[in-house]
């Protein structure tokens, strides 16, 4: 299965430059997502914009496929990606900065997809896992829990300029919850990774 890593933000909040490339366990944010997909069997395309030139130089450098996109926004950039590469079949939709994923969990998350019968699938964990709540974007309930999304989804690329009938995934994961978007968070990441702990 295709995996687009979504890599085109700024991560102003951080203020280290690219958001992709800060350093965390002793590389890019981007490479551990990378690593995650890779490892567990999926070709990797990682979209990028005119925000993030030093990312797009990274993945030259270092072989990543690269499609710079527009940069007019997440939904937007991944739309276009999926257009460029004429993707018929399901693919995963990942944000660049979850530095704890590992390849069981993306395999979990297309198993119950594929289980599901649905278009497409979103990925959600219970808030109670994030350590800064004030952080979460928006919280839903999905399967009773108060959830947010963890920035993790299969999409179908043939219907990818059309609404999709979705499977909302609740995972009590909290390698997950390690979405990296202020200087407390990349602290938090960078101590689990190093000591390998995932709690």
């Known amino acids: ?27 890019p944010m981007i490479a551990h997502v990378i690593h995650a997909f890779k490892t567990y069997g999926c070709d990797v395309v990682v979209v990028a914009s005119g ?8 993945c030259r450098t270092t072989g990543i496929d690269l499609i710079p996109a527009a940069g007019s926004g997440y939904i937007e950039d991944m739309v276009e990606a999926v257009i460029t590469l004429g993707e018929q079949h399901p693919l995963f939709v990942s944000v660049s900065d979850l530095p704890c994923l ?20 979103s990925s ?11 952080e979460v974007p928006y919280i839903e309930k999905v399967e009773g829990s108060d959830a947010c ?19 909302r995934l609740l995972l009590n994961e909290p390698r997950l919850a390690h979405n990296v ?17 995932h709690q």
């Open 1 to 27: 299965m295709l995996a687009l890593i979504m890599a085109g933000g700024e991560g102003s909040r951080l203020n280290l430059g690219e958001k992709p490339l800060v350093r965390v366990g002793g590389k």
């Open 51 to 58: 925000r993030t030139p030093m990312t797009q130089n990274w």
């Open 102 to 121: 590992q390849p069981d969990i993306v395999g979990t998350i297309e198993t119950l997809y594929r289980h599901s019968g649905k278009d497409a699938c």
């Open 124 to 134: 959600w964990i219970p808030v109670s896992l994030i350590k800064n709540i004030r």
């Open 149 to 167: 999304p963890c920035g993790i989804n299969i999409l179908r690329g043939d219907l990818i300029q059309e609404p999709q009938e979705e499977f």
């Open 181 to 197: 978007n202020t200087r407390t968070d990349l602290e938090y990441a960078d101590r689990v990774l190093r000591e390998g702990s």
